[in-house]
T-cell receptor, first 112, second 115 residues
């Protein structure tokens, strides 16, 4: 069974701090990795994609991928109360199908 | 502005009703998806269309019937639903083909309540 695991949280950080969200996956041949942000009652919003080992930065967000250790992380710098949401990790395996394997999400609370 | 739109935003229906959910994408994508999401759970894939052909059906009950009239539109026809089908229904789209990494972009969803 291919799995994606995340700590459910809640992860609580003070405003201005760095929030670190982690995700591990079981299928070694996974090739594409995504972080989605979902506010309560809203749809998931794609905030980061990463495909190669290393870091990818976009504004206050940095995604880190380590295929050897099978983990992907998301760092949010200068966390704001508006970052409070559930963060979903999704992984696409090799192959032609279009299925994503989803983690259960980590709830992040940024406290003013 | 979201480039994947869904209508209606909210829908309440009885178990004997027939209704349809609609999705339109303006991103030029050739893959479209229906997901169902329950509270505090990740999205659960229902159907995938690729180049307007159904490519994945995740063993969804026949009371859900998808349709892809063209590359921009996706419908989900609902009939004889059960109260446990109440959920947020999400449409998504992505590119296909070589070099595509399957980034999926979601619409705002339809909140469905079955009485």
């Amino acid at each position: 069974q291919k799995e994606v695991e995340q700590n459910s949280g809640p992860l609580s950080v003070p405003e201005g701090a760095i929030a670190s969200l982690n995700c591990t996956y079981s299928d070694r041949v996974s090739q594409s990795f995504f972080w989605y942000r979902q506010y309560s009652g809203k749809s998931p919003e794609l905030i980061m994609s990463i495909y190669s080992n290393g870091d990818k930065e976009d504004g206050r967000f940095t995604a880190q991928l380590n295929k050897a250790s099978q983990y992907v992380s998301l760092l949010i710098r200068d966390s704001q109360p508006s970052d409070s949401a559930t963060y979903l990790c999704a992984v696409k395996n090799a192959g032609n199908n279009r299925k994503l394997i989803w983690g259960l999400g980590t709830s992040l609370a940024v406290n003013p | 502005d979201t480039e994947v739109t869904q209508t209606p935003k909210h829908l309440v229906m009885g178990m004997t009703n027939k209704k349809s959910l609609k999705c339109e994408q303006h991103m030029g994508h050739r893959a479209m998806y229906w997901y169902k999401q329950k509270a505090k759970k990740p999205p659960e894939l229902m159907f995938v269309y690729s180049y307007e052909k159904l490519s994945i059906n995740e063993s969804v009950p026949s009371r859900f019937s998808p349709e892809c009239p063209n590359s921009s539109l996706l419908n989900l026809h609902l009939h004889a639903l059960q109260p446990e089908d109440s959920a947020l229904y999400l449409c998504a789209s992505s590119q296909v083909g070589a070099g595509s990494y399957n980034e999926q972009f979601f619409g705002p969803g339809t909140r469905l309540t079955v009485l």
